[in-house]
């Protein structure tokens, strides 16, 4: 029986679908184990459990948290 945590990630957008705010990452408290998944589209990715992860808090290097996606449903994934 394994324990799988999930919580949202704020801003985060989904390198899928573009959705945001609908990424959630995810940590099994057994094997420890992370990822994380779109509630959108399903997407999933492999998270390596770096000890230290470097959180562009602060200004000054370019950090684009686009948020102009208000049409989610807009654009769909180009085939
Ligand atoms: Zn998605």
């Known amino acids: 029986m394994s324990t799988i945590k999930r ?3 704020a801003a985060a957008r989904c390198p899928a679908c573009q959705a945001v705010d609908r990424i959630r990452r995810c940590h099994e408290t057994v094997s420890g184990r992370e990822w994380i998944e779109c509630v959108a ?7 390596p459990t770096a000890p230290a992860s470097p ?12 948020v102009a996606l208000r049409t989610p449903a807009s654009r769909q994934a180009t085939t």
């Open 55 to 66: 959180t562009p808090e602060r200004g000054g290097e370019g950090v684009a948290v686009t």
């Open 41 to 47: 589209c399903a997407y999933q990715e492999e998270r």
């Open 7 to 9: 919580q949202f990630i």
